[in-house]
């Protein structure tokens, strides 16, 4: 069974920083491009960031100067790292990982097939 587990979110203050992991179980997840992902309920899911097979990295504008997004080939896993964290940043944060030319397109984001479970991410004081 092929499966990606995201795991570091919880409870921080505005200002502070949170690292974000997502390992994949069952396959490997080197060939694929991998995205970070957010939702609120209520609201649509929107791409933070992607990292290509090539370590290409793209961002979304309003998160490129606090999120930085990385893999580890050897160990299988893609990270997340969020800085200086604000309230509007809380969500449920997913990873996913699929094909494709261009890795940050919009809604639905069919190209990505494999997604995690979602890890909550709390900003508040």
């Known amino acids: 069974q092929s499966q990606l587990v995201e795991s570091g979110g919880g409870l921080v203050q505005p200002g502070g920083s949170l690292r974000l992991s997502c390992k994949a179980s069952?396959?490997?997840?080197?060939?694929?491009?991998v995205g970070w992902f957010r939702q609120v309920p209520g609201k649509e899911r929107e791409i933070i960031a992607c990292?290509?097979?090539?370590?290409?990295?793209r961002y979304a504008d309003s998160m490129k100067d606090r999120f930085t997004i990385s893999r580890n080939v050897a160990k299988g896993t893609a990270h997340l790292q969020m800085d200086n964290l604000k309230p509007e940043d809380t969500a449920v944060y997913f990873c996913?990982?699929?094909?494709?030319?261009?890795?940050?397109?919009?809604?639905?984001?069919?190209?990505?097939?494999?997604w995690g479970q979602g890890a909550q991410v709390t900003v508040s004081s």
């Open positions: 996913a990982a699929g094909n494709g030319a261009i890795c940050l397109t919009p809604p639905p984001y069919y190209e990505y097939f494999y």
């Open positions: 069952g396959f490997n997840l080197d060939p694929y491009n």
């Open positions: 990292i290509r097979t090539s370590d290409d990295t």
